[in-house]
Nanobody, 129 residues
Framework: QVPLVESGGGLVQPGGSLRLSCEGS?????????????IFWFRQAPGKEREALSC????????YYADFARGRFTISGDNAKTTVYLEMNSLRPEDTADYYC?????????????????WGQGTQVTVSS
């Protein structure tokens, strides 16, 4: 399993932007990558169920979005194939949640479902004035 570490969360005003990162910990040090995996971003707001936002297939670059995320959120990967980003724009108070990434061994083929073998600890996003 590849440990995942999320970062980039914080407090932002409505209408603002954040970029979250999901890094495969230690991959670069050993010459490994996230290739042949899909990376999901999820979020879970207090008192609500976890919901899938987006997925990117590292090998193909194909991307998938939940309807509520399409147009405001953009998923991308770095050239080294060790980190995946989630760019979030026009943030709203209802986007407040803990955001998680996970490795999907099926490379997003079953979107919005997946077969997950690793999860990050999450990063908190709060949208408030």
């Amino acid at each position: 399993q590849v440990p995942l570490v999320e970062s980039g969360g914080g407090l932002v005003q409505p209408g603002g932007s954040l970029r979250l990162s999901c890094e495969g910990s230690g991959l670069a040090d050993h010459g490994y990558t996230l290739d042949y995996y899909g990376i999901f971003w999820f979020r879970q707001a207090p008192g609500k169920e976890r919901e899938a936002l987006s997925c990117i297939s590292i090998s193909s670059g194909s991307t998938y979005y939940a309807d509520f995320a399409r147009g405001r959120f953009t998923i991308s990967g770095d050239n080294a194939k060790t980190t995946v980003y989630l760019e979030m724009n026009s943030l709203r108070p209802e986007d407040t949640a803990d955001y998680y990434c996970a490795i999907d061994t099926r490379e997003c083929l079953d979107w919005p479902r997946g077969t997950f073998n690793s999860w990050g600890q999450g990063t908190q996003v709060t949208v408030s004035s």
